[in-house]
């Protein structure tokens, strides 16, 4: 079975430009999760997605970040403008079971991260 | 939110037992412990979850006291490719979460 996969693995673009990342889940798992770790600081949460709809976005930094998952299937995640200090590693996850990475049961699945570096 | 306190790092030799322990002093009657694992230039993996006292699976054990305040976590007879950072993650805050540092493990020959 495949995990959870990411696109592409890496991206460097300047800063202004628009870049589009994309995360395809364990086939099956309504809930999808984005998070990222930027400069080498802690894994952090940015949303959670159960099938196509938004469940809890508050993780997001600001308007330049748009999550879409149409058809509860995989899901992009948009920066536009993407800024200097959006650079990091952004992760995605998904699980069969709603909640937490560290609730009872709720196993979350992650994929290999996609490396966004702005210059 | 429980906030959970992990060294951050260690050093251990091929074929020896190491045990990271995680302190986590306001943990909430309904939270579990869970244990992530990553390796570079991937994301994080499910290792090992519980409750209390002992939890062991084919990675890992789990070592729980009885005020639950902190865990260890046993990898018995490391090799170098147990070399990763783990994370230790109690409960959750609705569906967000905070990994922490992690504990970063370089395992030698």
């Known amino acids: 079975e495949a995990g959870v996969t990411q696109f592409p693995s890496h991206s460097v673009i300047e800063k202004g430009q628009t870049v589009t990342l994309r995360c395809d889940p364990i086939?099956?798992?309504?809930?999808l999760y984005w998070y990222r770790r930027v400069m080498g600081k802690e894994i952090k949460f940015l949303l959670h997605?159960?099938?196509?709809?938004?469940?809890?976005e508050s993780g997001m930094p600001n308007n330049r970040f748009l999550a879409e998952r149409t058809g509860g299937t995989y899901s992009t995640l948009k920066v536009q403008p993407a800024e200097l200090e959006d650079s990091g590693v952004y992760f995605c996850?998904?699980?069969?079971?709603?909640?937490?990475?560290?609730?009872?049961?709720?196993?979350?699945?992650f994929g290999q991260g996609t490396r966004l570096t702005v210059v | 939110l429980a906030k959970t306190t992990q060294p951050i790092s260690m050093d251990s030799y091929e074929g020896q037992e190491v045990n990271i322990t995680c302190s986590h002093n306001?943990?909430?009657?309904?939270?579990?412990i869970t244990w992530y694992q990553q390796f570079p230039s991937q994301g994080p993996r499910f290792i090992i979850q519980?409750?209390?006292t002992k939890v062991t699976n084919e990675v890992a054990s789990l070592f729980i006291p009885a005020d639950r305040k902190s865990s260890t976590l046993s990898l018995p007879r490391v090799s170098l490719s147990d070399t990763a950072v783990y994370y230790c993650?109690?409960?959750?805050?609705?569906?967000?979460?905070?990994f922490g540092a992690g504990t970063r493990l370089f395992v030698k020959a």
């Open positions: 306001n943990i909430a009657t309904n939270d579990y």
């Open positions: 086939s099956g798992h309504d809930n």
């Open positions: 997605f159960v099938k196509e709809s938004k469940q809890d």
């Open positions: 993650l109690v409960g959750g805050e609705g569906f967000k979460t905070i």
């Open positions: 996850a998904s699980s069969q079971l709603p909640g937490h990475p560290a609730d009872f049961g709720t196993e979350a699945f």
């Open positions: 519980g409750y209390k």
